[in-house]
């Protein structure tokens, strides 16, 4: 098994990568355009899995609990801290 910590570390850097700061400065960027990364889908087996150690350990927010891709592709993913 991979190391969470490293993992969430590596999600918050392809957050950065491919989202956007709104006005508060904040990054986000939707699911499905993290989903369909090429570089996120050779990082992550489980891009899910990772979002969801993310969001307990409060590094990101996101509605709902379990993303899936196509139903959740327009689900915001934000940044929590930096």
Do not use: P
Request: charged residues 25%.
């Amino acid at each position: 098994t991979m190391n969470v910590e490293h993992e969430i570390s590596l999600l918050v850097e392809e957050i950065r990568r491919l989202g956007t700061k709104n006005a508060d400065g904040q990054v986000s960027v939707k699911f499905g355009v993290l989903f369909a990364d090429d570089k996120c889908a050779n990082l992550f087996e489980a891009l899910v899995g990772t979002l969801k150690a993310a969001k307990r350990r409060k590094v990101v927010t996101y509605q709902g609990e379990l993303l899936l891709q196509g139903v959740h592709d327009n689900v915001d993913i934000m940044l929590l801290q930096d």
